[in-house]
C-alpha cells in the first residue's frame, strides 16, 4: 500500500505561483490513478485535478482548469500540481489522493489513500 506525503504549500500573492509535490512511498504510482484535492475551512473537500493510471489522462475542476496543471515523475515516484495566477478562493489545504482500484470519477469517495495535506494561502 502506497503512503503519501504533501509538500510545497505556503504563502503566496493573488497571481502568484506555487508548485505541490506528493511523493510516494511503498509502491509505484503507475499502479494507482491520483488525484488532488483540496479542504477550505467551513467548507467540503473538493476535487481539483486527477490523472490517470497511465499518465495519459487527466481531468479539472471547472475552477481551476487553464491554472492548475497536474503531472507525474515516475522516476521519482511523485505527483505535482503546479498552481498558476493563484487567487484567494485557492486558498485551503490541499490533499493528494491515490485510488487503488482504477475507479471512475472525481469524488472524493473514489480515492482510498490519502496524505496529510498542506496549506496553501493566497494573500489579497
Known amino acids: 500500500q502506497v503512503q503519501l506525503v504533501e509538500s510545497g504549500g505556503g504563502l503566496v500573492q493573488t497571481g502568484g505561483s506555487l508548485r505541490l509535490s506528493c511523493e510516494a512511498s511503498?509502491?509505484?504510482?503507475?499502479?494507482?490513478?491520483m488525484g488532488w484535492f483540496r479542504q477550505a475551512p467551513g467548507k467540503e473537500r473538493e476535487f481539483v485535478a486527477r490523472?490517470?493510471?497511465?499518465?495519459?489522462?487527466?481531468y479539472y475542476a471547472d475552477s481551476v482548469k487553464g491554472r492548475f496543471t497536474i503531472s507525474r515523475d515516475i522516476a521519482k515516484n511523485t505527483v505535482y500540481l503546479q498552481m498558476n495566477n493563484l487567487q484567494p478562493g485557492d486558498t485551503a489545504v490541499y490533499f493528494c489522493?491515490?485510488?487503488?482500484?482504477?475507479?471512475?470519477?472525481?469524488?472524493?469517495?473514489?480515492?482510498?489513500?490519502w496524505g496529510q495535506g498542506t496549506q496553501v494561502t493566497v494573500s489579497s
Open positions: 489522493a491515490a485510488d487503488q482500484w482504477d475507479r471512475v470519477g472525481s469524488s472524493s469517495d473514489r480515492f482510498d489513500l
Open positions: 511503498g509502491r509505484t504510482i503507475r499502479t494507482y490513478r
Open positions: 490523472i490517470s493510471k497511465t499518465g495519459i489522462s487527466t
